[in-house]
């Protein structure tokens, strides 16, 4: 795909505004972007939660080698690859940490990167796991932190690691389903159009990444990633939306054609049936 296409469309990739502005107004408190966080919020806001992300505590990272660089911008697109490693068949929690583990040491000792490229990588289980440091700390604020896994673009993609290898044959179904939370997630933090945003690692650079299934697999995921990021944003809007429906408001009473205006005074209070005012 032509690059710079691609960073002329990253002026396009904004959901609906009106949406996102109405939702943002209510969100008073950070009640939305909680929900969308997966930060529990009272009043029903967490149905936009994002996946259970692990954090690097979780896999034993390592911590960086020099200074971490963060963006005070979101991302313009979500950058999907394979791993290029074994399509194992051990999906347990303890695998997708030894992967991370894996993958850190490999960019650390071997390409000599200040620490773990991406942002985040996805087992084959389906565990999500949080890659460079201060990588989730950056998503909930909508601020990027400067990976390393797609050259010359580091600086405006977010990198999502899919364990495995997807030349021949597709990633397995839990997989696929985290890489669609994430994805969504991701666009909603950021306000990315799935359309636009999602890519594979060889819509930008000269490379077989993410494999031909897994490519071959986005436009399915883009459009999976949009119908998600609709329900959330509806759901969202509906519990931003303050004004009643007709069927819910009262009949009114007659009010009298010229009442008394005055302080304190409210209409009759006080009645010959009353007793002790
Ligand atoms: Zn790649």
Redesign the pocket.
């Known amino acids: 795909m032509n690059e710079e296409r691609r960073d002329e469309s990253g002026r396009h990739t904004q959901v609906d505004r009106r949406t996102v502005l109405r939702t943002t107004a209510f969100a008073a408190g950070g009640v939305v972007l909680g929900g969308i966080m997966g930060i529990s919020t009272p009043g029903g806001a967490s149905a936009a939660a994002g996946p259970k992300v692990y954090t690097r505590s979780d896999w034993g990272a390592r911590s960086p080698r020099s200074k971490i660089e963060v963006m005070g911008r979101g991302p313009t697109h979500i950058?999907?690859?394979?791993?290029?490693t074994a399509n194992v068949s051990d999906l347990s929690t303890s695998r997708a940490a030894a992967l991370s583990r894996a993958i850190q040491r490999h960019h650390m000792d071997n390409n000599g990167w200040s620490d773990i490229g991406q942002q985040l990588t996805i087992s084959r289980g389906g565990y999500v796991m949080e890659g460079r440091a201060q990588s989730l700390r950056a998503i909930g604020a909508g601020h990027h932190v400067v990976g390393a896994?797609?050259a010359n673009h580091n600086g405006h993609t977010i990198?999502i690691?899919n364990e495995g290898t997807y030349t021949s044959v597709a990633p397995p179904r839990d997989l696929v389903d985290s890489l669609v939370d994430t994805c969504a997630w991701l666009c909603l933090v950021y306000r990315l159009d799935p359309d636009e945003a999602i890519v594979?690692?060889?819509d930008f650079?000269t490379?077989g990444?993410?494999g031909d299934k897994l490519y071959a697999m986005l436009p399915r995921l883009r459009k999976k990633v949009g119908s998600r990021v609709q329900e959330q944003l509806r759901h969202l809007s509906a519990a931003a939306d303050t004004q009643p429906a007709p069927e819910e408001l009262p009949t009114y009473p007659a009010v009298p054609g010229a009442e008394r205006v005055a302080d304190f005074y409210h209409g009759p209070t006080v009645g010959d049936r009353d007793t002790s005012p």
Do not use: K, L, Q, S
């Open positions: 950058v999907v690859h394979h791993t290029a896994h797609t990198g690691e594979g690692h060889r650079n490379t990444c993410p």
